[in-house]
């Protein structure tokens, strides 16, 4: 549920009686596209803001936070990514940290509603920045029928960057598709899925996908914790796993020596992302293995 007041944007979260507002002074494009509502607000202190059905997606000031943590901890766990797939992420935001990467080869953006890469292109333009790319490879269309449709074994890593878990990215948290994405993934593939606000939803979102993953033969699962001040609570998560390593173990000298800049991933926040709050270890005890406790 949204609300503009007073110059003020809100998402009230009714079920949890709490609310986030940001003081807005435009709103710059609204449309129904043939998925969801899309809208775009200028805000006073956080630059632009996107909204999808009511529900804050990313904002200019502090979209760092949730793209680089989707992208590096991946990456730099990965041996040898050279293929990535991100399913979502049509702000493009995912795309462009993956392709800071020297050694990706190709990347695919798979979105469902191209009206989400259009309208950050005009008003999230420095997300945008690695379209050009040679490497960026763009499909808009069901990421869940792309994953069926994929050849086998041919992916390194699949970046799972969706709305919440409902509408049409209801299936992409579900065992269906990671058993596809699994007979998608070269050996040492890892897949990594938004898997919103450990605060809310450790017992019920967060557990569903470990039990899922590990289902689908992804024997290492870990959940990575992370600030993100416009989403639900602040505090975000996304949930990585793979088939053979322990995911507990990083390329930490590459992270170390990247050859390029970020703003909040660092080798410390990577090491720091990997301890889970005991709140969740308890929750996930049955999920997760000592090795990665
Ligand atoms: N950072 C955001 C968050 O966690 O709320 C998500 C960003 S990105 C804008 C999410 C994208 O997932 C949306 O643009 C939406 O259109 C896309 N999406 C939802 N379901 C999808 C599906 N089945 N296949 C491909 N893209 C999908």
Redesign the pocket.
């Known amino acids: 549920m949204t609300a503009l007041n007073d110059g003020w944007f809100t998402e009230v979260f009714q079920d949890q009686g709490t609310a986030f507002s940001l003081q807005v002074t435009k709103k710059l494009h609204e449309e129904q596209t043939p ?2 509502k899309l809208e775009i607000y200028q805000t006073e202190t956080f630059g632009n803001l ?1 909204v ?1 059905d009511g ?4 904002t200019t000031r502090d ?1 760092f936070l ?1 793209h680089e943590m989707m992208t590096h901890p991946a990456l730099f766990t990965h041996r040898d990514p050279k293929k990535v797939v991100i ?5 493009c935001g995912t795309l462009k940290e993956v392709l800071k990467h020297p050694g990706v080869e190709e990347a695919w953006q ?4 191209e009206r ?1 890469t259009r309208m950050s292109e005009k008003y999230f333009p420095e997300l945008c920045e690695a379209n050009n790319d040679p490497r960026a490879n763009f499909f808009f ?4 029928r ?1 994953m069926r449709d994929i050849e086998p074994n041919s992916v390194d890593i699949i970046i799972i ?4 878990p409902v ?3 209801e ?2 948290f579900a065992l269906d598709f990671y058993r596809d994405a699994m007979l998608a993934l070269r050996e040492g593939g890892i897949i990594v899925q ?1 898997s919103e606000s450990p605060l809310l939803h450790t017992d019920t979102i967060i557990k569903g996908i470990h039990e899922d993953m590990r289902k689908a033969g992804f024997e290492h699962v870990q959940t990575l914790p992370f600030p993100q001040p416009v ?1 639900p609570t602040g505090w ?1 998560s996304c949930t990585m796993a793979s088939k053979e390593n322990p995911i507990k173990y990083f390329r930490e000298d590459d992270a170390n020596n990247r050859p390029f800049v970020t703003r909040y991933y660092n080798a410390g926040i990577h090491h720091g992302a990997l301890a889970m709050p005991q709140f969740m270890v308890d929750a996930l005890e049955d999920e997760v293995r000592p090795e990665e406790g």
């Open positions: 998925f969801q996107m999808l529900c804050v997606m990313l979209n949730y399913v979502g992420g049509g702000d798979v979105e469902i509603d989400v269309g069901d990421g869940i792309w960057d969706s709305t919440d509408g049409p990215a299936g992409l938004q989403y975000w």
